[in-house]
């Protein structure tokens, strides 16, 4: 989880933007986090009523590098697949060749 500390550009009061499987922003005097509304530039909680302001482009910039693959990641993936064909040439199985394209073959 990874914790974005900022500040409420509507009240200036120091809040927190996590960037988890649910991204939201924790506020002062509120358990849960509030919604992130980047087309709005702000953020609302809808159980206190906390509305405040965020930069939509400095949240979606945060969103899309979370969901960006790390580097190598992708390389290490066609090595595993490689590994695993290599494999498979060596002891030959008709059944596990055809799950192993299932899963390969987009």
């Known amino acids: 989880m990874t914790a974005y ?7 200036p009061t120091e809040v927190t933007l996590y960037m ?15 919604e992130v509304i980047p ?38 993936d066609l090595t595993a697949q490689l590994a695993e064909a290599i494999e498979l040439l060596r002891h030959p199985n008709e059944h596990d060749v055809a799950v192993f394209l299932k899963r390969v073959t987009p």
């Open 5 to 11: 500390p900022f500040t409420d550009r509507g009240d």
């Open 20 to 34: 988890d499987e649910a991204p939201g922003v924790e506020h002062p005097g509120c358990i849960y986090r509030a």
């Open 39 to 76: 087309e709005l530039d702000c953020f609302y909680c809808r159980h206190c009523g906390r509305n405040g302001r965020i930069s939509g482009a400095w949240f979606t910039d945060l969103l899309m590098a979370s969901q960006a693959p790390t580097p190598g990641s992708e390389i290490a």
